[in-house]
């Protein structure tokens, strides 16, 4: 039996879609993936992440006005993000006497994360220490604005927070990786 081709409305429907995909989304694929991968800290969830993300956005297209792709984007990005988080969290144990005497579970993931390990690349090691002892709040504004370049807009947008929220974080995170190396240096001199 020869497959029914779609209504012509249904293929004009499924051109603009291609059409407003091609040019509003995927232009911030890249940038997608860096965020992602700030906020899931696996190179395979953040795949999976923007990958989730990109159907999300192909689906909601016809919706889009057109403004400020990145920040829709991001929008889709973190509430998905939450959204496969709220799915991953365990069960809450009642009694905590009954777990006593099991073991960890094996093979559990212990790798470096994709953060940790594009950080150990591309920063000096004191660096890269100050960024990956800060709280996760703050190492998060820092990466998205100063190592991803998002906008604070952008960035709020990715965290859900208000845009003076990322602004006083970056701020508290930049003085702490300064605090931070100045020890460094400090104590590196006093090596020598």
Do not use: C
């Not at 990958?51 to 889009?64: H, K, M, W």
């Not at 800060?134 to 990466?143: I, K, N």
């Not at 709020?156 to 602004?167: E, F, K, N, Q, R």
Request: aromatic residues 6%; charged residues 25%.
């Amino acid at each position: 039996m020869p497959e029914a081709s779609p209504p012509p409305n249904a293929q004009a429907t499924r051109e603009a879609q291609l059409t407003a995909f091609r040019e509003y989304v995927q232009p911030e694929i890249e940038v997608l993936l860096r965020v992602a991968t700030s906020l899931a800290g696996r190179a395979g969830g953040a795949e999976d992440l923007v990958q989730e993300t990109l159907i999300r956005a192909f689906r909601g297209i016809d919706s889009f006005d057109g403004r400020y792709p990145r920040a829709w984007l991001l929008t889709i990005l973190r509430r998905t993000h939450i959204n496969m988080h709220r799915r991953q969290r365990p069960d809450v144990v009642g009694d905590f006497e009954s777990l006593q005497g099991f073991r960890p579970a094996f093979g559990a993931d212990t790798r470096a994360s994709a953060e940790d390990h594009v950080l150990d690349q591309t920063l000096h090691p004191a660096l890269a220490q100050a960024v990956e002892a800060l709280d996760p709040r703050f190492r998060q504004a820092l990466l998205l604005v100063d190592v991803d370049q998002l906008s604070y807009a952008e960035a709020a947008a990715a965290l859900d927070v208000p845009i003076g929220t990322v602004m006083s974080r970056l701020s508290r995170a930049r003085d702490k990786v300064r605090r931070h190396l100045g020890h460094e240096v400090l104590s590196t001199r006093r090596l020598q």
